[in-house]
């Protein structure tokens, strides 16, 4: 694929006085690179400059996406901040080419190392701007918009509200014009704040704890090079979505039930069901949206909330025992611990942010996502109610495909609405590669 870059624009951020807004206590648990979206819309489409025009207007109403980040670091140091207003970086914006081939040469999309031209370049910790935008052109007039927004300042369901309010404001719908509200202001504790739960071991180290205890020859035994980390997209049909849940007797939702069969498919890809007589502990982490468990609290304002609002919930089993088990078996232990980071904890959790999130005690997170490391585990994630495949740009163009750009760790998983004519849902799996082709052969078949 032949990508020509015509220019690169910096979006300013709106002229208001420099602020420091420290990370919220969400923002701090969060991973700390880039999420990149790739979204492949079939022609006509708008102008460039009409999408240019419109995310101008849109922009004020998100100030974190054109902050800059300022990481202080240190122990005892003040809480790391993202600066908005006149100290703002801005958003990065690129306008690109694919003059020699067609969209409908690239779909349905999947994961390619062609795919990495139609984003900006996002070195982990390194890139200045919270967000980055990539504007992709093909000679049939379709067009890839790629969207890497850095996940300290927004998780999905943040992404899709601004990605919505672009896509508004592109075919001149009244989008409104006050800021989303955002920052630590915005969570409201109880009064007093209570910790109900253990944050300090779920969320983050212990005070007495630091990732630099591990002795690094364990760490190395789990090295391999980011390349060899393969990104794979798995089609799993209507009929076949359907035949999973009546095998666990419709008792559970769509991404319980599937998310659970990867999960053991993964473990048995990795071969962890014979290793060490099965004994290896496997985990599935999901990542769950507190928004719907905080409403009504006070907790969150009414008129909804840009940042994070995200905590993991885990479940766990003997590799052995969950690779052997019924699907309802490995369904039900997705279930329990989805459902045990309840509205509860959420609160607890913005509570344990008053006490102790305001720069004073060091909060490293608990689960560190690195690039190339192997894990036993699976960390899960679900799009199927993010609203992003009814993103409209309008002017009559299609959205026929998105996609998470390449990443690098190993056994991400990530469930979408399928795009294609027969439905269904997409898995997108990062995995070694050596296990991702076992994963291939044995993703299917139901026994």
Same mark, same amino acid.
């Given at each position: ?5 015509? @220019? ?30 790739? !979204? ?8 460039? #400059?009409?999408?240019?025009? *419109? ?6 109403? !998100? ?13 005892? *140091? ?30 349905? %999309? ?5 795919? +990495? ?16 935008? #990539? ?32 896509? =508004? ?35 983050? %180290? ?11 020859? /364990? +760490? ?7 390349? /060899? ?12 979505? +359907? ?49 719907? @468990? ?7 304002? +009414? ?38 980071? =309840?509205? @509860?904890?959420? #609160?607890?959790?913005?509570? !344990?942010? *008053? ?14 996502? /690195?690039?190339?490391? %192997? ?7 679900? &799009? ?17 495909? !998105? ?6 760790? =190993? ?8 795009? @294609? ?10 995995? &070694?590669?050596?296990?991702?082709? /076992? ?9």
């Amino acid at each position: 694929m032949e990508v020509q870059v015509q @220019r690169t624009l910096v979006m300013p951020p709106p002229p208001a006085p420099s602020t420091e807004v420290p990370l919220t206590v969400f923002d701090l648990a969060a991973p700390t690179y880039h999420v990149t979206v790739l !979204f492949a819309f079939s022609p006509p489409n708008p102008t460039s #400059q009409a999408l240019l025009d *419109a995310l101008a207007a849109t922009l004020p109403r !998100f100030p974190l996406l054109t902050a800059a980040r300022l990481d202080r670091g240190g122990p005892g *140091a003040a809480r790391p901040c993202h600066v908005t207003g006149a100290g703002g970086a801005g958003a990065l914006v690129v306008e690109a080419s694919v003059p020699s081939s067609a969209l409908s040469d690239h779909l349905p %999309l999947e994961p390619s190392p062609g795919l +990495a031209l139609l984003h900006p370049e996002v070195a982990r910790g390194a890139a200045p701007h919270v967000l980055m935008l #990539q504007i992709n052109r093909f000679a049939c007039g379709g067009v890839v918009l790629a969207s890497s927004a850095h996940h300290q300042a927004a998780d999905g369901h943040s992404m899709t509200t601004f990605l919505h309010a672009w896509a =508004d404001a592109v075919r001149d719908l009244n989008v409104g014009r006050a800021p989303v509200p955002y920052g630590p202001d915005a969570l409201v504790p109880r009064r007093p704040p209570r910790c109900e739960f253990n944050h300090r071991g779920a969320e983050f %180290l212990p005070l007495s704890s630091s990732r630099e205890d591990k002795p690094p020859a /364990e +760490a190395d035994d789990h090295h391999v090079d980011h390349s /060899e980390i393969a990104n794979i997209l798995l089609h799993y049909t209507s009929e076949f979505v +359907a035949e999973l849940k009546r095998r666990v007797h419709g008792r559970y939702t769509t991404f319980e039930t599937v998310s659970a069969h990867v999960w053991q498919k993964i473990t048995i890809a990795r071969g962890l069901d014979l290793a060490d007589d099965g004994a290896t502990r496997t985990s599935i982490r999901v990542a769950v949206n507190g928004r719907g @468990r905080l409403a009504g609290t006070g907790a969150l304002p +009414a008129e909804g909330f840009f940042g994070n609002v995200v905590l993991t919930a885990t479940s766990g089993a003997r590799a052995a025992d969950l690779a052997s088990g019924t699907l309802a078996d490995a369904a039900a232990l997705v279930r329990a611990g989805i459902r045990a980071v =309840d509205g @509860r904890y959420f #609160q607890s959790f913005v509570d !344990f942010g *008053a006490l102790h999130g305001g720069g004073v005690e060091e909060l490293e997170p608990a689960c560190a996502d /690195e690039a190339g490391v %192997l894990s036993p585990d699976v960390e899960a994630d679900s &799009w199927l109610h993010l609203d992003l495949h009814r993103l409209d740009f309008g002017c009559g163009g299609r959205l026929v495909g !998105f996609l998470p750009g390449k990443v690098p760790q =190993d056994g991400v998983v990530v469930l979408m609405p399928s795009l @294609r004519k027969v439905g269904g849902v997409d898995v997108f799996v990062a995995l &070694w590669e050596k296990h991702a082709r /076992e994963l291939n052969a044995i993703a299917y078949p139901m026994d």
